[in-house]
């Protein structure tokens, strides 16, 4: 279950015996390296302690929703943006129809409502309950509105009853929820991404740059995988680590950027490049460190133009579908259409880094993707989140 790797689960506990069985979950997810965060019914605290789940997960276990402390270090909202898929195990009838019927008065059923990524419960009750008719149509109404349901399980229940009810194995359970991550649209396809920013060398010590963090590259190879793509991230100096399961090349300077992309850009089927390449470096590069001249009030370097790296792209005769980025402070959208033809780009991803809490280090990212033919707005949500609504257009589109 590699796709788990690297991802935010929220875990719903509600409160019925299965509940013990959140804490092998905890423990599975960590174990995949996904990051976890628990949020418990009231209820649920007679079944399974709170120290239990936040020793597991090691993250603050969260409940209330009136609990003021609990929501300045992380409200509601911000943990229905954080997570990346919201599983509930156990889930109880009485939580299946609070969902069903679309509640929001305790914590994790508002979660639910402002959470736009997919949903996972693992129903869990006595055999009649599940069976009941009202039971069946609030199941029913969740599947409809895209939940994923793993199970219940056949068998001995804990009040003595043999039928249908139980809640999965844990394993059963995270089989079934880890098929979330695997939207297989682009499977077969070969995928390039540049990501951060380039270093142009002025002299030994010192070099030209920008702010890019790279995170939104990342996120954005990570997507590609995710939809089962092979991978190529071309990544410039970051402080991000490097991906798993995917051909990372790390590089410094646009030219040596430049040159990966184009060794491996055979069959490749999409080129994104949303690194922040330097438009410029130094004419020269100072084989000794400049030292400071006590009589020289300003020094001044010349530069000169880089290669275009996506110009190089698109303008090959057999192209993959190529995506550029146009980071921009005014203007935006017109900026970005016009470079969506000068760069003569299948599709520009626009993003106004005049704004402090989006684009350039913040976690967060707020974009128009605009085509030869129209534009389409992503409000502001996580890096990883756009990114898979971007790759999702892409293979749409392709
Ligand atoms: O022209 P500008 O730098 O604003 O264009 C941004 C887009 O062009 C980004 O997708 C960036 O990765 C790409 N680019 C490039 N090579 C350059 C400059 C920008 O590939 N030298």
New binding site residues.
């Given amino acids: 279950m590699k796709s788990l790797q690297n991802k935010n689960i929220l875990l719903g506990v509600t409160g019925g015996i299965a509940a013990y069985k959140s804490a092998e979950i905890v423990r599975s997810l960590k174990k995949m390296n996904a990051d976890v965060r628990v949020v418990m019914t009231k209820s649920s605290h007679e079944f399974v302690t709170p120290l239990t789940l936040q020793a597991l997960s090691a993250n603050p276990i969260s409940s209330d929703l009136l609990d003021i402390n609990a929501e300045a270090a992380m409200s509601h909202i911000e943990l229905a943006r954080w997570a990346d898929a919201l599983l509930i195990a156990p889930c109880t009838a009485e939580t299946i129809s609070r969902l069903a019927s679309g509640r929001g008065d305790d914590l994790l059923t508002t979660i639910t409502l402002a959470f736009d990524g997919p949903i996972a419960i693992a129903p869990a009750m006595n055999q009649a309950m599940w069976r009941d008719s009202r039971t069946q149509d609030n199941v029913s109404k969740l599947v409809a509105n895209n939940t994923l349901i793993c199970g219940p399980g056949t068998g001995e229940q804990a009040c003595g009853d043999v039928g249908i009810g139980r809640m999965l194995e844990p394993e059963e359970v995270l089989n079934i929820f880890s098929s979330l991550f695997k939207s297989g649209k682009l499977i077969s396809k070969k995928v390039v991404v ?1 990501a951060g920013p380039t270093q142009e060398p002025i002299d030994p010590v010192r070099y030209l740059t920008n702010r890019s963090s790279g995170k939104m590259g990342y996120a954005l190879a990570n997507a590609a995988l995710e939809a089962g793509a092979e991978v190529v991230l071309i990544s410039g100096p970051t402080d991000l680590n490097a991906p798993e399961h995917l051909h990372f090349v790390s590089v410094r300077t ?1 030219k040596e950027m430049h040159e990966a992309v184009q060794h491996h850009l055979n069959s490749t089927d999409i080129f994104i ?7 410029y470096k130094p004419s020269k590069e100072y084989k000794n460190k400049i030292k400071k001249d006590k009589g020289k009030k300003s020094i001044s370097f010349e530069l000169e133009e ?7 792209v698109s303008s090959q005769t057999k192209r993959p579908f190529v995506v ?4 921009e402070t005014q203007d935006v959208i017109k900026n970005a259409r016009e ?1 969506l033809g000068s ?1 003569n780009l299948d599709l520009i991803i626009a993003n106004d880094v005049s704004k402090t809490d989006i684009g350039f280090d913040s976690e967060e990212n707020e974009v128009t993707l605009i085509t030869p033919r129209d534009d389409y707005f992503i409000s502001k949500n996580s890096k990883k989140a756009i990114s898979k609504k971007i790759i999702d257009f892409i293979s749409e589109v392709i």
């Fill in positions: 540049t646009a490049g949303s690194a922040a390449v330097s438009d880089n290669i275009d790296i996506l110009k190089g550029g980025f146009a980071a470079k760069k």
